[in-house]
């Protein structure tokens, strides 16, 4: 693999002292290596790196034609846009889950929900829930757990 590496990264060096933009390096040396497997895939290739940077010649000769018959369009358009928005479906699912777990924590003892807010939203540790409330470790656990039970039964119903 580090072989090819070298054998890919002197193909670019190659392109750059022919005068390719470095921006354009890249792309045609992946396309070279494309052509490379594509051929030696039916035929036998003696030199590859040879080949590479014939290929990558030919495929640069190829762009500036391109570029010089429409100077006004340089790159391909792409309109593939990536949304990471959730679809309206989700969204909707969504607010419906904060408002069932909304519900779930209304149905729950009001220090049981002050605790577990405390823990999940602010980050506090139960110790330091305990001591807030002046209740021992022991017992801010097992409201937190039975809280979470109830909470988890909840939503499962729901």
């Known amino acids: ?10 193909v670019g060096l ?7 933009l470095d921006q354009d390096i ?14 030696s895939a039916d035929q036998s290739v003696r030199e590859p790196e040879a080949f590479l940077v014939r290929a990558a ?16 369009v340089d790159t ?11 679809r309206p479906d989700e969204a909707w699912g969504s607010k419906q889950r904060i408002e069932q777990l909304k519900r779930a924590f209304d149905a729950l003892d009001p220090l049981t929900a002050q605790m577990l807010r405390a823990q999940r939203l602010e ?11 002046g209740l021992t ?6 409201r937190l757990a039975k809280g979470m039970v109830f909470l988890t039964r909840w939503m ?3």
């Open 14 to 20: 190659a392109l750059r002292r022919r005068g390719v």
């Open 156 to 158: 499962g119903e729901q």
């Open 76 to 86: 391909e358009l792409d309109f593939d846009v990536a949304d990471d928005a959730p």
């Open 123 to 133: 980050g506090l540790r139960v110790d330091e829930i305990a001591r807030y409330h």
């Open 57 to 72: 010649y030919n495929l640069a000769v190829d762009a500036g034609r391109r570029r010089t018959r429409s100077p006004v």
């Open 137 to 142: 470790k022991s017992a801010v656990e097992k």
């Open 1 to 10: 693999m580090a072989a090819l590496q070298k054998i890919l990264r002197r």
């Open 26 to 39: 890249e792309d045609l040396v992946q396309d070279a290596y494309v052509r490379l497997e594509q051929y």
